[in-house]
């Protein structure tokens, strides 16, 4: 039995009542999966009380409803939300985050997007089409586990092939880097990914280089950024932000030496803080984000000199921590303001893979490097689609014109 139902285009296509079936079916397991994924979240948080014994963790009603395009047709969906009540510093609250719904795979039907993001949530291959079949209906008929292999062996290909791509027309103004490491489930150590991003001339960021390196060392490293500049990218990055990993810095002054350092706030901060006892840490991370939220560079560095005095006497090793890498740390000040909140920490890196590390942490991981390394790839791929703009991109131009920035202010140039 069929009914005629209008399409967009003003025509009329036949849908049949198993459709609708499909459809509602879909919709609602998709509605069940959410409910359950937040449920589970504030099971995991429910010793997270007050004084009074009541949960601070709690249901925060739902985002509001939108559209998600799959092959089952458009499902309408109310995510769930969750929220911690506790008066503490946001920075330390629990916050609940939807990994079956990824914010930028809300309107996709692409099983290349779908895919990866499921293999890498430790669905086997085996387990794919009953997985699949739930959200995209017929799409993923024939999808077996030889049909995922081969498209995960495509996926490798297709990495290969990007990775040998032509940069000689290409400049990078920025640059961050991270390695991030994965579960392997055939092998016994860990699989670290080297991860380059960069900010274009027009303030577009773009996956620059994704490879499987040894560790963070330092060759690993050179391997990646002489395989960029083999490439022919050949300009130099004004500047590279990263966390304190010395195998990065010491490539970078091999293969770009001029290119200026920029030390990650966020992971400098944790590092200072480990050094600290637990009793103090509030107060000095209180501390540490009056140094990097300053106005500018001398009003940073009497902030730094307040927190020696505070801490040097009794936790010499916190503030060493500090002091040993102090101009990495403030080299953001001579670049424009606007990008400072783009250049003081890793984060563009971080949020893309937050969600990945977390599930990876859960699951016994990926069967090989090949794999890991090609479903990492095609994530982030997906993600560089939702990557935002720089702010104040007009601000490149006169970087690259020359111009010298104080305090994130440009200078005028003396007449000649």
């Known amino acids: 039995m069929t009914e005629s139902v209008a ?36 099971d995991r948080h429910a010793d997270v009380r007050d004084e009074k014994g009541r949960r601070q963790v709690q249901r925060n009603g739902y985002a509001k409803q939108r559209e998600i395009l799959t092959g089952a047709g458009p499902l309408e969906v109310k995510q769930p939300r969750a929220r911690d009540r506790r008066k503490i510093d946001p920075e330390d609250k629990v916050r609940f985050t939807s990994s079956i719904l990824p914010p930028y795979l809300r309107r996709s039907k692409n099983l290349d997007e779908l895919i990866p993001w499921l293999y ?15 959200l995209v209906g017929a799409n ?24 040998h791509r032509d940069l000689s027309e290409r400049e990078y103004i920025y640059v961050w880097a991270d390695g991030i490491y994965f579960n392997i489930r055939l092998e016994e150590d860990r699989q670290c990914i080297l991860v380059v991003m960069g900010a274009t001339k027009d303030g577009k960021k773009e996956l620059l280089g994704v490879l499987d390196g040894f560790r963070e060392s330092e060759q690993s490293w050179i391997e990646l950024l002489v395989g960029l500049k083999s490439r022919g990218l050949e ?14 810095w010491a490539a970078l002054r091999k293969v770009f030496p001029s290119t200026r350092e920029q030390r990650c706030w966020v992971h400098k901060t944790a590092n200072i803080l480990n050094k600290l006892p637990r009793s103090l840490q509030s107060k000095a991370k209180a501390d540490l984000h009056e140094i990097w939220m300053a106005d500018t560079r001398e009003a940073a560095e009497k902030a730094v000199e307040t927190f020696v005095a505070k801490y040097d006497a009794k936790y010499p090793k916190a503030v060493a ?6 101009a990495a740390l403030l080299a953001f000040y001579d670049f424009p303001a606007e990008h400072w909140i783009h250049l003081r920490t890793t984060n563009p890196i971080e949020s893309t893979f937050a969600t990945v590390r977390l599930r990876h942490a859960r699951t016994k991981g990926n069967g090989n490097r090949k794999a890991c390394l090609a479903m990492v790839f095609k994530l982030a791929q997906g993600a560089e689609k939702k990557w935002r703009r720089l702010n104040g991109s007009e601000q490149i131009l006169r970087l690259l014109q020359g111009h010298e920035f104080v305090d994130g202010i440009m200078q005028e140039k003396d007449a000649a």
């Open 7 to 42: 399409t967009p285009e003003g025509g009329f296509q036949a849908r049949s009542i198993l459709d609708e079936i499909v459809h509602e079916g879909a919709q609602e397991m998709l509605k069940r999966a959410l409910e359950d994924e937040v449920d589970a979240f504030l």
């Open 120 to 134: 890498l949530r430790g669905i086997s291959t085996g387990d794919f089409g009953q997985a699949l079949e739930a």
């Open 140 to 163: 993923a008929k024939g999808l077996s586990a030889n049909v995922v292999t081969r498209l995960s062996e495509s996926w490798q290909r297709e990495h290969e092939e990007w990775s």
């Open 235 to 248: 300009k130099p990055p004004r500047l590279a932000v990263g966390d304190g990993a010395l195998g990065f």
């Open 321 to 326: 921590c500090l002091t040993k890498d102090l």
